[in-house]
């Protein structure tokens, strides 16, 4: 299947300071690309969805200005939190989906990122 | 917004026997996608099985196949010859083709293999 890279699988940061999250598709175009926050045992919860070339579209809740979407380019989309604070300490994955036989109609995951704040 | 039930929220199966997951759903739609993904320990969500509402036929892979009750809108996943790795979280997930492929995840099944 296709592959999606995420970067970094752990970081910590200190309240306050800011988070880049990095999401890659490596063997395929991701048109939509999507991220989602998920808590201990629990079901994945999407945040946004995004679009290559085009402003992320937030679910309801997701504060925009907090957790800031980008998707330049048809491999790569950001996540940047800004502001951490400890309620925004959680787990974050992206997935992407795309063109093309191997990755339409599917979604393929990133390992995720888990996001410690102090 | 399609809604995903998944009314086992923990399994447990035995090594080498047979465990059935269900999923059910909520739509009004007549063509979709439904999935099964699994999530490890490791977290990483890997895709199991998908089907096609439009397919009559229920998907398999391997080990694994769907028992797809489109007019039930039932969605169960049958693992046979269960592995210790198979133990893992197990969501189902819907996908319409009129939310930009936008999935609609249940709440999961967390599956113990017994060795």
């Known amino acids: 299947g296709a592959v999606v890279s995420q970067h970094p699988s752990w970081v910590i940061c200190k309240s306050g300071t800011s988070v880049k999250i990095e999401c890659r598709s490596l063997d395929f175009q991701a048109t939509t690309m999507f991220w989602y926050r998920q808590f201990p045992k629990q079901s994945l919860m999407l945040m946004a969805t995004?679009?290559?070339?085009?402003?992320?579209?937030?679910e309801q809740g997701v504060e925009k200005d907090k957790f800031l979407i980008n998707h330049a380019s048809l491999t790569l989309s950001t996540l940047t939190v800004t502001s951490a604070h400890p309620e925004d300490s959680s787990f974050y994955i992206c997935?992407?989906?795309?063109?093309?036989?191997?990755?339409?109609?599917?979604?393929?995951f990133g390992a995720g990122t888990r996001l410690s704040v102090l | 917004a399609q809604t995903v039930t998944q009314s086992q929220p923990e399994m447990s199966v035995q090594e080498a026997e047979t465990v059935t997951l269900s999923c059910t759903y909520d739509t009004s739609e007549s063509d979709y996608y439904l999935f099964w993904y699994k999530q490890p320990p490791s977290r990483q969500m890997i895709l199991v099985i998908r089907q096609e509402a439009y397919k009559q036929q229920n998907a398999t892979e391997n080990r694994f196949s769907v028992n797809f009750q489109k007019a039930a809108k039932s969605f169960s996943l049958k693992i046979s010859d269960s592995q210790l790795g198979d133990a893992a979280m197990y969501f189902c997930?819907?996908?319409?083709?009129?939310?930009?492929?936008?999935?609609?995840f249940g709440t999961g099944t967390s599956l113990t293999v017994i060795p």
């Open positions: 997930a819907y996908r319409s083709p009129n939310t930009g492929n936008q999935f609609y």
């Open positions: 995004s679009n290559e070339g085009s402003k992320a579209t937030y």
């Open positions: 997935s992407a989906s795309g063109q093309g036989l191997l990755a339409k109609n599917i979604q393929y």
